[in-house]
């Protein structure tokens, strides 16, 4: 029994993630949700990293604002990886 004690003893806990990030997400997809689709600002890094998350799980569809007013949709990978000097809309997926 003492063993058992003494292996619990060693384990290190590690901090939980903050809810603040699922709370983004979700707030970020309600919002979606009633208006149809959104523009996030070029340094809104909190609401890009969480449309990006709800990108790779197919619930909103991601395009990036390029500077002449046209859109250019983005893939899952590219949504991590882009610009952050231009915009971004997020808008809800089909079906969904």
């Known amino acids: 029994m003492s063993d058992v004690v003494a292996s619990f003893a060693s384990v290190v806990p590690f901090p939980r993630r903050s809810s603040t990030r699922q709370a983004d997400t979700a707030a970020l997809?309600?919002?979606?949700?009633?208006?149809?689709?959104?523009e996030i600002a070029p340094r809104a890094f909190a609401a890009r990293d969480a449309a990006a998350a709800l990108h790779l799980m197919g619930?909103?569809?991601?395009?990036?604002?390029?500077?002449?007013?046209?859109?250019?949709?983005?893939?899952?990978?590219?949504?991590?990886?882009?610009a952050p000097f231009l915009a971004w809309r997020i808008r809800r997926a089909a079906g969904r």
Do not use: Q, T, Y
Request: net charge negative; aromatic share 2%; proline share 6%.
């Open 29 to 38: 997809l309600d919002a979606v949700g009633s208006a149809g689709s959104l």
């Open 59 to 82: 619930f909103v569809h991601l395009d990036e604002i390029l500077p002449d007013g046209g859109a250019r949709p983005l893939s899952a990978s590219e949504a991590r990886a882009a």
